[in-house]
């Protein structure tokens, strides 16, 4: 596969709240899982899961002088970003659709981010990147990621 790293600063504009904010995933295997009678259930490993894990995603859009860009940030990212735990993020929001009030905070501000520029990226213009990593303010990027 053909892809590289860049490092980039951004300002992040908005939240982009389509689709879901997270995913409810088994503990054993990371599988997204289904709701099955009242439990969770996943199929890959034939078992219900008492305690499943939540993973966040958001697309956000953010920008510098010579445009503007999707970012996906993922789970690891968020939980960097918001630097709090998931049990009072979904107390914030219980439905997959409803953004909790948080993810705002992480707007209007500035922000050093690595992200991935894959094929889809240069083939089919796609503009939405997968960050790998991400922090506040405008730093040299070789020094600290
Ligand atoms: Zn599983």
Same mark, same amino acid.
């Not at 969770?40 to 034939?46: D, F, I, Q």
């Not at 690891?76 to 929001?93: A, F, K």
């Not at 990226?121 to 790998?132: F, L, R, S």
């Given at each position: ?7 980039? &600063?951004? &300002? ?11 995913? #409810? ?24 899961? /008492?305690?499943?894990?939540? %993973?966040?995603? @958001? ?6 002088? *010579?445009?503007?860009? $999707?970012?996906? /940030?993922?789970?690891?990212?968020? %939980? *960097?970003?918001?630097?709090? %735990?998931?049990?009072?993020? /979904?107390?914030?929001? *219980? $439905? $997959? ?9 992480? *707007? ?10 894959? $094929?889809?990226?240069? @083939?089919?213009?796609?503009? #939405?990147?997968?960050?790998?990593? #991400? ?8 020094? &600290?990621?």
């Amino acid at each position: 596969m053909c892809q590289r790293q860049v490092s980039a &600063h951004l &300002h992040i504009k908005y939240i982009k709240e389509t689709g879901s904010w997270y995913t #409810i995933v088994s503990t054993g295997c990371g599988d997204k899982i289904e709701m099955a009678q009242d439990v969770w259930c996943c199929g890959s490993c034939n078992r219900i899961v /008492l305690f499943p894990d939540n %993973r966040y995603k @958001v697309i956000v859009v953010a920008s510098d002088e *010579t445009g503007a860009i $999707e970012l996906l /940030l993922g789970d690891l990212q968020i %939980r *960097t970003l918001l630097g709090i %735990r998931d049990v009072q993020l /979904l107390q914030q929001s *219980t $439905e $997959e659709e409803d953004f909790p009030l948080v993810f705002k905070s992480v *707007t209007k501000q500035k922000y050093t981010v690595k992200l991935l520029i894959k $094929e889809i990226n240069v @083939v089919n213009k796609a503009t #939405i990147y997968w960050v790998t990593n #991400i922090c506040k303010s405008f730093i040299d990027p070789n020094s &600290h990621l």
